[in-house]
């Protein structure tokens, strides 16, 4: 089902202070289901059909790339899809693109408290939930699950062991998970958070029992979704130079930090990185526009 409408993936190699790196262009996997999200939902919804379920629930935040791709996803394939979303006082607010583009692929979309999402997890919630909408099958935020890691160790090829370094931006660790599963002992994987805060070591720790890798936070400019005028200044620069459209939730922070690292000495001479894009370009800034 995934399979049939997935376009080559493209690899594009840009020079960054001196060091060439190869970027994946995810983003052009397929236009909705975009980026990492493609693989991310592969076989969770092979295990939907599976199943025999006709309805599919699942979680995020008002930028959350998940939730327009799984909107899309359900849409194209004959499932009705609900999402829950952090923070009630969204339902009366105007949608930003990400809430919009998943309104009109037919999700509905059921709003919380913050306190509420935070209980996404607990099975009085989710039983709570599962009497509010009888016969769904749920999807983790973000997608991520154990059929979230199969699909995206499937990002990498067998000939991406002449790499050093694996770079990606890091939401709730599911995508950085199947990176390590999939990487070489030699290689290191490094994810730059989109968000404060130490615990998503913790979260990827438990999904992978490999070492060869490490969060950065230093990069997320205070927080989920926020940003500062360096970050949407260097996209617009990035952009300029090497034609390849950002995002400011996640990649522009990741390639942000990366160009930081490198121009820093981070890396030995000669080190072979690879970048992976993961799209999410519906949460674009209209500000990177004007």
């Known amino acids: 089902m995934f399979d049939s409408i997935a376009q080559k993936i493209i690899d594009q190699t840009v020079n960054i202070h001196g060091m060439p790196v190869t970027i994946r262009r995810l983003d052009l996997v397929h236009p909705k289901i975009s980026g990492n999200k493609f693989f991310k939902l592969k076989y969770n919804f092979l295990e939907t059909q599976r199943l025999g379920y006709q309805k599919l629930l699942t979680f995020g935040g008002a930028y959350s790339n998940h939730i327009a ?8 394939f004959g499932f009705a899809s609900v999402g829950i979303i952090r923070g009630e006082e969204l339902k009366n607010k105007s949608f930003n693109p990400t809430l919009q583009t998943a309104q009109d692929f037919g999700m509905q979309l059921h709003f919380v408290s913050r306190e509420d999402y935070r209980r996404k997890q607990h099975p009085e919630f989710l039983a709570e939930l599962q009497q509010q909408f009888p016969e769904h099958y749920v999807i983790p935020e973000g997608g991520t699950n154990s059929l979230a890691i199969r699909g995206c160790k499937e990002i990498l090829k067998p000939t991406d062991a002449e790499f050093d370094v694996i770079c990606c931006a890091v939401g709730t660790g599911g995508t950085i998970a199947g990176l390590i599963e999939a990487s070489q002992d030699h290689q290191q994987v490094l994810g730059f958070s989109a968000l404060k805060g130490s615990f998503l070591n913790d979260d990827v720790a438990k999904l992978t029992s490999k070492r060869n890798w490490q969060i ?60 992976i894009h993961t799209g999410g370009l519906q949460g674009r800034d209209p500000l990177l526009d004007i």
């Open 69 to 76: 791709a799984t909107a899309f996803a359900a849409h194209e």
């Open 216 to 275: 950065i936070d230093d990069y997320c400019c205070g927080g989920y979704a926020k940003t500062t005028s360096e970050l949407l200044q260097f996209i617009q620069d990035f952009e300029a130079e090497h034609g390849i459209p950002l995002e400011q939730v996640y990649t522009g922070k990741m390639l942000m930090g990366l160009t930081d690292l490198i121009q820093k000495g981070h890396f030995p001479a000669g080190s072979k990185i690879l970048v």
